[in-house]
T-cell receptor, first 111, second 113 residues
Framework: KAGVTQTPRYLIKTRGQQVTLSCSPI?????VSWYQQTPGQGLQFLFE???????NKGNFPGRFSGRQFSNSRSEMNVSTLELGDSALYLC??????????FGPGTRLTVT | AQSVSQHNHHVILSEAASLELGCNYS??????LFWYVQYPGQHLQLLLK????DPLVKGIKGFEAEFIKSKFSFNLRKPSVQWSDTAEYFC???????????WGAGTKLIIKP
C-alpha cells in the first residue's frame, strides 16, 4: 500500500506570497491532518479534515486554511506568507480513531 | 484545555543504558495513546499504541509503554538502548470526544556510542 505523499517536497517563497501544499492520503483513509513542525515549537496541529469537513482546528491565524476533496486528497493554503511560516509542514492520514500515518513533509522556506 | 506533558526535552544516555521517557496527559475521558518516533531525516512513524486491554504494550525495536490510568501516564521504556535509537520521541493522546490528537512537545534522545 502506498504511503502518504506530499507535494512539493521543498518550496521557497517570498514574504507576502501565498502557497498551496498538497497531500494524498493512504488509500481508504478519510481523515487527513496537517501539522507545522519547527525546531522551536515542535509539532503544532493546524487542522483535521474528515469526509471533506473540517473536524478539528488548531490555534493558527486565518491565513492558514485547508480543504479536502471527495477523493480524500487535501490541500493546505497559507496566504500572505511571513518569515515565521518557514517550517516543515506534515500531513498525516488515518482511519477514524486509529493511528496516523505521516508523509515526508513539505519544507517551506520564506525569504 | 487538554494537554500532554513530556517531562524531558533532551535525554543523553550511553549505549546499553535503560530508558524511560515520561508522558502525562490531562483529560478525564477515554483516550487512545501513542508514541511516535522521528529518526534524523526520516518521517514520523508509529512506535506503539494503546487502545484498550493490557496496559503494558509492546512496540517495534524493543520498546514498550505502560498505561497507568490513575496517574494519567503512558511512559515509554526500553531496557537497553542502542546508538540507532537516537531520535526524537513524541507522545500523543487521542480524545474519545472528537478523535483529536493532542501532542507532547517531544523528547530528543541522544545515545552515545
Amino acid at each position: 500500500k502506498a504511503g502518504v505523499t506530499q507535494t512539493p517536497r521543498y518550496l521557497i517563497k517570498t514574504r507576502g506570497q501565498q502557497v498551496t501544499l498538497s497531500c494524498s492520503p493512504i488509500s481508504g483513509h478519510r481523515s487527513v491532518s496537517w501539522y507545522q513542525q519547527t525546531p522551536g515549537q515542535g509539532l503544532q496541529f493546524l487542522f483535521e479534515y474528515f469526509s471533506e469537513t473540517q473536524r478539528n482546528k488548531g490555534n493558527f491565524p486565518g491565513r492558514f486554511s485547508g480543504r479536502q476533496f471527495s477523493n480524500s486528497r487535501s490541500e493546505m493554503n497559507v496566504s500572505t506568507l511571513e518569515l515565521g511560516d518557514s517550517a516543515l509542514y506534515l500531513c498525516a492520514s488515518s482511519l477514524p480513531a486509529y493511528e496516523q500515518y505521516f508523509g515526508p513533509g513539505t519544507r517551506l522556506t520564506v525569504t | 484545555a487538554q494537554s500532554v506533558s513530556q517531562h524531558n526535552h533532551h535525554v543523553i544516555l550511553s549505549e546499553a543504558a535503560s530508558l524511560e521517557l515520561g508522558c502525562n496527559y490531562s483529560y478525564g475521558g477515554t483516550v487512545n495513546l501513542f508514541w511516535y518516533v522521528q529518526y534524523p531525516g526520516q518521517h514520523l512513524q508509529l512506535l506503539l499504541k494503546y487502545f484498550s486491554g493490557d496496559p503494558l504494550v509492546k512496540g517495534i525495536k524493543g520498546f514498550e509503554a505502560e498505561f497507568i490510568k490513575s496517574k494519567f501516564s503512558f511512559n515509554l521504556r526500553k531496557p537497553s538502548v542502542q546508538w540507532s535509537d537516537t531520535a526524537e520521541y513524541f507522545c500523543a493522546v487521542q480524545l474519545d470526544s472528537n478523535y483529536q490528537l493532542i501532542w507532547g512537545a517531544g523528547t530528543k534522545l541522544i545515545i552515545k556510542p
